[in-house]
């Protein structure tokens, strides 16, 4: 099941050299989203040009979990170049309908702020 809506706004702030450990549920009117077959990837891109920079895929830094199959979790290392960037979580359904439900601004810092 699926809806069309506004992608969530969550912002990240993470030190270079830090694991990015997360979770998210996903439901649509308090009903578990199924991911039990779809594919999931997090980019992290760099200006106008769109450039991924870092990302995490299904099987990658992303694991299903939960006992509805509706449990995003993240777990990778984030080693890039302070900076500013943007971030988004992408959601592509085994019928190839993809669904971004989250997005924002992805901070790294090099030292604890």
Do not use: H
């Amino acid at each position: 099941m699926t809806s069309d809506f506004k992608p969530a706004e969550l912002d990240i702030e993470i030190v270079k050299g830090d694991y990015w450990v997360e979770s998210f549920a996903l439901t649509i009117d308090n009903n578990p989203i199924n991911l039990s077959t779809a594919t999931i990837s997090i980019s992290v891109t760099q200006g106008c040009s769109n450039t991924i920079i870092w990302e995490a895929q299904s099987g990658n830094g992303i694991s299903v979990s939960g006992a509805n199959n509706n449990q995003i979790n993240v777990s990778k290392l984030v080693n890039i170049d302070s900076g500013d960037y943007e971030w988004s979580l992408k959601v592509t359904y085994q019928t190839g309908v993809v669904k971004t439900y989250l997005w924002g601004q992805f901070k790294v810092y090099l030292n604890i702020p």
